[in-house]
Every structure is written in C-alpha cells, then in structure tokens.
C-alpha cells in the first residue's frame, strides 16, 4: 500500500486515497484504538462526507439509517458535530478491529471514501458548491 498521509494535531492519520475515476478522498485513520471488551480494541476510519447548514433536510436521517443498514458493510453513516459557522459535519465511519490485516485496512479505507464520495456527490448542492 504506497499511499500518501499526514498527521492532523491530535495525531490521526489523515490519508489521500484514490477512489474509480482517479479521484482522490481524504480519509482519516485514529491512530490511537477504543476497547470494545476486555481483549478487543477497535480502530475508527472515517471521512466527511458533506458540511449541512442547519438541520438535515427532511428524510435524510431515516434515509441513512435505511442505507446504513441494508448495504453497508463496514461502517456507517453519523453526525460527527457541528462546525464553528455551524454547519453539521456528516460522515461515514467504519470500526475495525485492531489486529485488522493491511488488506482489511485498506479494504475499510477504500469503502468509508467511495461512500462518503457518493453522498457528498448527491448532496453537494446543500453545501453551496
């Protein structure tokens, strides 16, 4: 995996990965894990998918839950916060265990950014673009 990264100032990795299409998606990767249980320690790998301002628009939560449920397979959808100007940061997060192979990591990082891309695709007129 020969993939281009920084490291944001609370020490997450930040991860340029390349998606169909050459197009390219910030992904960000916890360098630090979560205990799940007593032996389980869980790393957390996500990418903004849109900035919303305001409320989300009418359906779309029950929407993402809907699709979060039926087709996703590594993570799901969630609100991450609210930005300054606030704006709701929506993302798409997955969790995989720690011991996770390079090809499972890998394979969570090219999911979270293809669908992150995809809904920032179909929502980018809310954010003004």
Not at 15 to 37: C, D, F, K, M, Y
Not at 43 to 61: D, F, H, M, N, Q
Not at 68 to 96: C, E, H, M, N, P
Request: aromatic fraction near 6%; charge should be negative; glycine fraction near 6%.
């Amino acid at each position: 995996m020969n993939l281009k990264y920084r490291i944001d100032s609370e020490g997450d990795y930040r991860v340029q990965v390349i998606i169909p299409e050459n197009r390219n998606v910030e992904v960000g990767v916890s360098a630090h894990t979560e205990s799940l249980e007593k032996n389980v320690r869980v790393r957390e790998i996500w990418s903004v998918a849109v900035r919303i301002p305001g409320k989300l628009p009418e359906g779309l939560a029950e929407n993402l839950l809907r699709d979060s449920w039926s087709t996703r397979k590594f993570g799901s959808w969630a609100l991450a916060g609210t930005t300054s100007d606030g704006k709701q940061v929506l993302v798409y997060i997955s969790r995989i265990p720690e011991s996770s192979s390079v090809k499972v990591l890998h394979a969570a990082m090219m999911d979270t950014a293809e669908s992150a891309r995809g809904l920032h695709d179909a929502l980018s007129e809310l954010e003004g673009e």
